[in-house]
């Protein structure tokens, strides 16, 4: 699993418990739409 992969578990286990949409949870954390999707689409190359 790359670092990328769990991070995005992590945000959508505590979305799911904070019954929160991936809109509004860009919107309090002022991540962008972008940057958010690339996470949820494991886009973001792993570190070495």
Avoid: C
């Amino acid at each position: 699993m790359t670092i990328n992969n769990a991070v995005a578990r992590r945000i959508i286990k505590l979305m799911n418990e904070k019954d929160f949409t991936q809109y509004k949870l860009e919107q309090k954390s002022g991540i962008a739409h972008g940057a958010m999707d690339r996470i949820f689409a494991e886009k973001i190359k792993p570190l070495p």
